[in-house]
Every structure is written in structure tokens, then in C-alpha cells.
């Protein structure tokens, strides 16, 4: 079995509304921060765990109907916080990275594909195909934005199918070891996105990344779920709520593998401050 190395990272952030994270509370504005893992594995080479936002956002916004996503959801990001100048400034280059796993089709989790020429893209079968040919309000209505994805996408992307998994892990139900060593294993955490995928990796820990099956940590750690207004933008909400009470279970029984909700401050920073 092939242990990997693995930093956290975020490409920007958006502003969101805590009450809308967690039912129930007080209205604050938070940063919900566009998380990226990058896994760096010894035999494959550079691999990315989503992408969170580059400045292509704003370009791609501008026009109706995706004006209506910029107003919706404020985004803040630098260039030198784009996944491609930060793995850069680490000597790391776009070239370098062989895989994107891809969680799910929403703007923060795929701004950067068209970073990394060489990259294989990875995602859920379910997952593109819930996006592929939509355009316009029907796109938006998804979170999808078309002209973040690579003109070549296709014809370099691998399509996954829990079909024929053989695998399983407890809570996770059926797995795909991706590179057939238990480096990294994929599961579904459908609901939030259709085909949304997570990612459980064999670190120096093991860490489990969730994508948006929970913002924050409260979400998994006390099955605390956001306000029912956000039902309007998920795929299905029993899918969501079932996702998360699986995390939730994981969590009870396996303590000692870290967590990550995509969008966590709380997380990111305890990550950054151990990197």
C-alpha cells in the first residue's frame, strides 16, 4: 500500500451566510474558502484534488445569465492564490500534474482546469453528464459554468462508474482504488452535486476529503444541517442528508482520520498551520 504526501490549499474564497451553513444561528457573514488538495503520490506523480476559483470567474460572469451567479455568490480571489501560481511558487509546474480528480461541475471546484495541459481529468460518470450539454439558465441552475471547462475535456477525461466497484469501506459503501494500491479511494457523496465524489487518502493520516457533503465541520461532527433554503440549489436533499449522516457515522468510527468540508475556515487553518 502507497502512502502519498498531501497539502491543502485555497484558490479564493466566496462570502456566505453562516445561517445558511448551519440552521438555526445567527446571520453572519463567513468566507467559505475553495479548498483544493494537492497529493503528490510516488510512482503518479502530481495529482489535484479539485481546483477552487481562478480569476477566469469574473470573466465568465459578466454576462447574463451568469451576472446573476456573480451577484449571488461575491467571490474573492488573487492571482497568486489560483491553484496554478501557488503549486508554482513550490516549484511545481502546470505540466507537472497528471490528474484532477474532480468532485463535482460547480464553479469553485473546477476554475483551474484549463491551467494544467496535462492533466487527466477524473470524475463521475453521473456527474458530467448531469452538466455536458447544458448552456445558459439551465447550467447556471447546476452552478455550472461551460466556459471553465478545458476545450479538450472530453477527449482527456476518465469517466468513473461505481458500477462495477468491487470495493467497500464501511459508511463509504463502494470505493475505486484509483491507482489499484489504497493511496486513494473514491466513493460517492451524491446529493449536494449529482456524482459528487470524495476522496479518501492515504497520507502520513488518513484524510477523508468530502467536498461540499459538509461545509463546516459542525455539519458532519453534529449532523447539524444548513438552512432549507439551500435545498433549492441540491441535487436532492435526501441524497445530501444521507451523504451526511454516512460522514457522520465515518467520523464516529474512525476518530483518527482527518476530515475536510471544502469550504471549512476552521479546517483549512488547522491544516495550513501543520503544513
Known amino acids: 500500500m502507497h502512502k502519498v504526501s498531501l497539502n491543502i490549499a485555497s484558490a479564493g474564497y466566496c462570502e456566505a451566510n453562516r445561517a445558511h451553513a448551519l440552521r438555526k444561528t445567527s446571520r453572519k457573514t463567513i468566507r467559505f474558502y475553495a479548498t483544493y488538495a494537492h497529493i503528490q503520490h510516488p510512482v503518479h506523480g502530481h495529482i489535484l484534488y479539485d481546483t477552487g476559483y481562478t480569476q477566469r470567474f469574473y470573466e465568465y460572469t459578466?454576462?447574463?445569465?451568469?451576472?446573476?451567479?456573480a451577484k449571488a455568490t461575491i467571490v474573492h480571489i488573487r492571482q497568486e492564490e489560483e491553484a496554478k501560481y501557488f503549486l508554482l511558487q513550490k516549484g511545481i509546474h502546470p505540466e507537472d500534474i497528471?490528474?484532477?480528480?474532480?468532485?463535482?461541475f460547480h464553479a469553485d471546484h473546477i476554475g483551474g482546469l484549463q491551467d494544467f495541459p496535462n492533466a487527466e481529468f477524473i470524475c463521475s460518470d453521473a456527474a458530467y453528464e448531469d452538466v455536458k450539454d447544458k448552456q445558459g439558465l439551465s447550467a447556471l441552475r447546476r452552478?455550472?459554468?461551460p466556459n471553465l471547462m478545458p476545450t479538450d475535456f472530453q477527449s482527456r477525461a476518465r469517466r468513473l462508474s461505481f458500477d462495477s466497484a468491487t470495493k467497500e469501506v464501511r459508511y463509504l459503501g463502494k470505493v475505486i482504488d484509483l491507482f489499484m494500491d489504497g493511496s486513494i479511494l473514491l466513493c460517492q457523496l451524491g446529493g449536494h452535486a449529482k456524482g459528487q465524489i470524495g476522496a479518501l487518502i492515504n497520507a502520513d493520516k488518513k484524510v477523508l476529503l468530502v467536498a461540499d457533503t459538509a461545509w463546516l465541520k459542525q455539519n458532519y461532527?453534529?449532523?447539524?444541517?444548513?438552512s432549507p433554503i439551500v435545498r433549492l440549489f441540491f441535487d436532492s436533499w435526501k441524497g445530501y442528508k444521507a451523504s451526511l449522516y454516512r460522514i457522520h457515522e465515518y467520523h464516529k468510527?474512525?476518530?483518527d482520520t482527518l476530515i475536510v468540508?471544502?469550504?471549512?475556515?476552521d479546517t483549512l487553518r488547522q491544516l495550513t498551520n501543520q503544513q
Open 253 to 255: 468510527t474512525n476518530p
Open 143 to 145: 452552478g455550472f459554468i
Open 221 to 226: 461532527i453534529d449532523l447539524h444541517l444548513p
Open 98 to 104: 497528471k490528474y484532477i480528480i474532480i468532485s463535482h
Open 62 to 69: 459578466k454576462y447574463f445569465p451568469f451576472s446573476i451567479y
Open 261 to 265: 468540508p471544502c469550504h471549512c475556515e
